[in-house]
């Protein structure tokens, strides 16, 4: 099955620095990769989302860029802000009813 | 209202002792999902589900049962609670494979 590997585990950064979280996947036919953010006590919500179409993505402040050919992702916030300080997680899946499954997290924290 | 709600929010039993976890969703999603999360084991998938009767297990399924008689519900049932089952749980749902994914608030269950 599909095994989702994410580094760091954690990361602090000076606000106003960027944050780059990596990702890989091992299942070759997995071909959807989001990224989930989870704010402490509350539940996982989805941040942005890359298809294997697709090798890079933006929304504002956050990009997620894929590399199929070596089977890993990234996510990248510019320009931090406290708020952002969250576990992030990446995920991976298949197009046919298979595994959805998610890296072990990496705790942010966006230093003032 | 809509969305994905989890019923209890906390609680508490004894080691040996059968309890069900309850997932509602009012979108009519496809899938369903049940995680569990530790610290340091992010979201660890226990089972899924592709459609009402469709079952499947996960990366962690020993020790728990479900069932999907109706598509909008999705129990998760302790057969014999373990210590070890301590954790919080999350439920979740998707449309349509590889699009958002939908949390439940969590339950927060621990066994003595």
């Known amino acids: 099955g599909e095994n989702v590997e994410q580094h760091p585990s954690t990361l602090s950064v000076q606000e106003g620095d960027s944050a780059v979280i990596k990702c890989t996947y091992s299942d070759s036919a997995s071909n959807y990769f989001p990224w989930y953010k989870q704010e402490l006590g509350k539940r996982p919500q989805l941040i942005i989302d890359i298809r294997s179409n697709v090798g890079e993505k933006k929304d504002q402040r956050i990009a997620v860029t894929l590399n199929k050919t070596a089977k890993h992702f990234s996510l990248h916030i510019t320009e931090t802000q406290p708020e952002d300080s969250a576990v992030y997680f990446c995920?991976?899946?298949?197009?046919?009813?298979?595994?959805?499954?998610f890296g072990p997290g990496t705790r942010l924290s966006v230093l003032p | 209202d809509a969305g994905i709600t989890q019923s209890p929010r906390y609680k508490i039993t004894e080691t040996g002792r059968q309890v069900t976890l309850m997932c509602h969703q009012t979108?009519?999603?496809?899938?369903m999902f049940w995680y569990r999360q530790d610290l340091g084991h992010g979201l660890r998938l226990i089972y899924y589900?592709?459609?009402?009767?469709?079952?499947d297990k996960g990366e962690v399924p020993d020790g728990y049962v479900v069932s999907r008689s109706k598509t909008e519900n999705f129990p998760l049932t302790l057969e014999s609670a373990t210590r070890s089952q301590t954790s919080v749980y999350f439920c979740a749902s998707m449309g349509q494979m590889n699009t958002e994914a939908f949390f439940g608030q969590g339950t927060r269950l621990t066994v003595v």
């Open positions: 995920a991976a899946s298949k197009s046919y009813g298979q595994n959805f499954v």
């Open positions: 589900s592709a459609a009402a009767d469709i079952t």
């Open positions: 979108w009519s999603h496809s899938y």
